[in-house]
């Protein structure tokens, strides 16, 4: 199973990858933004 050689085909830089990340800082960034605000975290120390 390993001996199998695996074809590169490069990075994908398609639309999918670019909804993925958006997808991904849409739930990173109010969470972020929810822990600062409710439990009154110095923004620079938890950002840096």
């Known amino acids: 199973m390993l ?3 695996v074809p ?3 990075n994908r ?3 999918m990858e670019w909804a ?3 997808g991904d800082l ?3 960034i ?3 933004v929810a ?3 409710l439990l009154k975290v110095a923004p ?3 950002c840096s």
């Open 3 to 5: 001996d199998q050689a």
């Open 8 to 10: 590169f085909s490069g």
């Open 13 to 15: 830089f398609d639309h």
């Open 20 to 22: 993925g990340a958006f």
């Open 26 to 28: 849409g739930t990173l």
């Open 30 to 32: 109010p969470f972020t």
């Open 35 to 37: 822990y600062i605000t």
């Open 44 to 46: 620079s120390g938890f």
